[in-house]
């Protein structure tokens, strides 16, 4: 699990107190607000699992992924 898992764990985990506690005292503004710690939170889990994805895909295929690094710098040359 690298660090953006588990911030977004984290997160995630802290929205759902959030909004649990803001549903339990009719605050709807803390809830709203627990709602969206909770989609960052998911957002930051899924950003860490991609990139556990391409640190993988990258160590069980170095030559694949430096053709791609190659053909991306190509196209970014291209386009400054």
Known sequence: MNSNQFEGTVKDAA????DAVGGL?????LQAEGKVRQLAGKAQAKY???VD???ETTRNNP???LL???GVGFLL???I
């Open 77 to 79: 040359g291209k386009l």
């Open 15 to 18: 929205g759902k107190v959030q």
């Open 68 to 70: 791609i690094a190659v």
């Open 48 to 50: 860490g699992d991609s």
């Open 53 to 55: 994805q391409v640190a």
């Open 63 to 65: 030559i694949g992924a």
């Open 25 to 29: 005292t009719g605050d709807a503004e």
